[in-house]
């Protein structure tokens, strides 16, 4: 059984565990679960002690886990397919948020982030993402009527949210809680940089010395960022090459590779154990 999420699947997991427990259970660990659940939840922490093999989504996930199931845990880092980057305006500079508006991906710091930068015209500003959060819709539509450069364009199917990706100049990702954020994986994959807070789960696909990072809630680093990015001949091509060294670790085959040698493992030591 490959699970996916502690808390939410502990009720299939325990079901698997008393009806096969000869069978290798595999659990593979959310954000919630590493950076909430687990240290609370008895359900997540009876997901764990069950399962014979666990995987973190970034490269940072088992730093919160403790030494016995830091001891049988994976890393397996999500992929995607690599895309060219788009063409790009020398005009202004378009940064990209990509998150449905909800408090795990701290959209308001984003929203104040925006807010200090409107006076320059030089930078637009969209964001993709449904609002989940009913107070928060209406604060992104407010933004969007007080700041002429900021469009709120809600949720868009993945095809069009992907060339969006590659035609922006940054992506910005500014989550309080992840496991391993797709999107982010989408923009290195296509050769867009990405600003990025502060957490292991953005630090685990990025890397440890990555330049592009700025503390949990802090809109006006943030802000800081982007107006380097436009104003330092540098620091995009930084930004460029630092995401262009990584992309590779997320390529299809390296991610297939990865779970195939995981299975394959916990295949040949159920045999043992029958």
Known sequence: MIALHARRSAASIAAWAAQSPRRPL???????????????????????????????????????????????CDIVLQSCAARQPLGKTARHLRVLMVGHLRDEKDPCT???????????????????????DAALGAEAAA????????RWLGARPHAETRRRIQAAHLLVHPSRMEGGAHVV????????????????????LLGGDYAGVFEPGDDAALATLVERA??????LPLLRRQCGARAPLFAPEAEAATLRRIVAALLESAGDRR
Request: without cysteine; aromatic residues 4%.
């Open 26 to 72: 595999l659990l593979v660990l959310t954000g919630t679960d590493l950076y909430r659940d687990i240290a609370h939840d008895a359900d997540a922490r009876r997901s764990l002690a069950l399962a014979d093999r666990l995987v973190v989504l970034n490269e940072l996930g088992a730093g919160g886990l403790a030494d016995a199931e830091r001891a049988r």
């Open 230 to 235: 436009r104003d330092d001949a540098d620091m």
């Open 185 to 204: 994986i989408e923009a290195m994959r296509s050769g867009t940089p990405v600003l990025a807070s502060r957490i292991d789960g953005n630090l685990g």
């Open 110 to 132: 984003f929203f104040r982030a925006v807010r200090r930068l409107a006076r320059r015209a030089d930078l637009r500003f969209d964001h993709v993402g449904a609002a989940l």
């Open 143 to 150: 933004l969007a009527t007080e700041v002429p450069s900021y």
